[in-house]
């Protein structure tokens, strides 16, 4: 399946990154901030935003799944990133 991502180059997995330093954690900043992020996306005309995250990452899915993040695909990250696994979600915007 072609997407956005796939023109990115390979150590991005995708359009947005974010982290919460560990003190700070639980306390809905990332939700938040994804939420935020997703309209200035829009005004980029870019139909949808991929992220990945790990399998047992279970934080970051929610953040994704509460902003309308779809599952759509489990991969092999390339080399630089562990060759590890990883989910693909995807938001449509």
Request: with cysteine.
């Amino acid at each position: 399946m072609a997407s956005a991502a796939s023109s990115l180059p390979p150590y991005c997995l995708g359009q947005i990154e974010y982290g919460v330093v560990p003190w700070k954690k639980g306390r809905g900043y990332a939700k938040e901030a994804l939420r935020l992020i997703l309209p200035e996306a829009k005004t980029l005309m870019m139909p949808f935003v991929e992220l990945t995250t790990d399998p047992d990452n279970v934080a970051s899915q929610r953040v994704t799944e509460s902003n309308r993040g779809v599952l759509y695909d489990e991969f092999r990250k390339p080399v630089q990133h562990g060759s590890t696994r990883g989910l693909h979600y995807r938001i449509d915007l």
